[in-house]
């Protein structure tokens, strides 16, 4: 773990605002072990709900009173796939909020993604195209190549594309594209691996999987965790 400060994105996911709140709080007070692992907190389907709001702002607070901001922030898991301008209005309801992360989908112009790079320079700005929850031989009949050819494809035509320095600095991908898109890019960007199943745990609905000890071995920057965590597994575990 010692060569991956900070690796560990806290999901806050498949919960309600003030469960999610309360859960953070319980782990962060209860494990205090596990705060110099985490650099972000993740949102996803909170952001969409009438207390996406309430809740940063309670999250945000708290991490305050603990001297924890900005060390710690927040990473929106937007998966922002539409046009730049409405892209650009999702994400300013919460440009005071200062994310760390946010992800877009693979499917929007390159227009719209320096849009959203303009918008907010500081935050990274994360792509995903690939779900983990696709096996590859899904993923071979939908794109006709494999999770780490798309995922390349998509990075290469980006650069290709651009006369300024590439504002995509990360992308989402799962354990299983690690070597490849290392080989590939070296460490022009951010590895940010979800699909994180220990030895212990089922799949769930994801397919392409991997622990964490591996994933981070293979060269993973960050990897999301939720379950483990908030089950109350110590620290040493999450290598495991």
């Given at each position: 773990?010692?060569?991956?400060?900070?690796?560990?994105?806290?999901?806050?996911?498949?919960?309600?605002a003030?469960?999610?709140?309360?859960?953070?709080?319980?782990?962060?007070?209860?494990?205090?072990?596990?705060?110099p692992?985490?650099?972000?907190?993740?949102?996803?389907?909170?952001?969409?709900?009438?207390?996406?709001?309430?809740?940063?702002?309670?999250?945000?607070?708290?991490l305050?009173?603990?001297?924890?901001?900005?060390?710690?922030?927040?990473?929106?898991d937007?998966k922002?796939?539409?046009?730049?301008?409405?892209?650009?209005?999702?994400?300013?309801?919460?440009?005071?909020?200062?994310?760390?992360r946010?992800?877009?989908?693979?499917?929007?112009?390159?227009?719209?993604?320096?849009?959203?790079?303009?918008?907010?320079?500081?935050?990274?700005?994360?792509?995903?195209?690939?779900?983990?929850?696709?096996?590859v031989?899904?993923?071979?009949?939908?794109?006709?190549?494999?999770?780490?050819?798309?995922?390349?494809?998509?990075?290469?035509?980006?650069?290709?594309?651009?006369?300024?320095?590439?504002?995509?600095?990360s992308?989402?991908?799962?354990?299983?594209?690690?070597?490849?898109l290392?080989?590939?890019?070296?460490?022009?960007y951010?590895?940010v691996?979800?699909?994180?199943?220990?030895s212990?745990?089922g799949?769930?609905n994801?397919?392409?999987?991997?622990?964490?000890?591996?994933?981070?071995?293979l060269?993973a920057?960050?990897?999301?965790?939720?379950s483990q965590?908030?089950?109350e597994?110590?620290?040493?575990?999450i290598?495991?």
């Open positions: 773990m010692q060569e991956h400060p900070r690796p560990v994105i806290l999901a806050a996911d498949n919960m309600k003030l469960d999610a709140l309360r859960s953070i709080r319980h782990l962060f007070d209860r494990h205090p072990q596990i705060i692992f985490v650099s972000e907190i993740k949102v996803n389907h909170l952001l969409w709900g009438e207390d996406a709001l309430w809740f940063l702002q309670e999250i945000r607070r708290f305050e009173s603990s001297d924890l901001w900005p060390r710690i922030g927040f990473f929106l937007l922002l796939a539409d046009i730049g301008d409405t892209n650009v209005n999702v994400l300013s309801r919460y440009r005071d909020f200062c994310p760390l946010v992800t877009f989908a693979g499917i929007i112009s390159f227009r719209a993604v320096l849009q959203l790079h303009e918008l907010n320079p500081c935050t990274s700005l994360s792509l995903f195209i690939v779900p983990t929850d696709m096996d031989l899904e993923v071979m009949r939908v794109w006709k190549t494999s999770p780490e050819n798309v995922i390349t494809r998509f990075l290469q035509q980006f650069e290709d594309l651009l006369e300024m320095e590439n504002p995509i600095n992308c989402i991908c799962s354990g299983q594209e690690l070597t490849a290392r080989d590939r890019f070296g460490k022009r951010q590895l691996v979800p699909g994180i199943r220990s212990w745990m799949n769930q994801q397919r392409r999987v991997m622990t964490p000890r591996k994933a981070l071995r060269g920057d960050r990897i999301v965790l939720g965590l908030f089950l597994i110590q620290v040493p575990a290598s495991k």
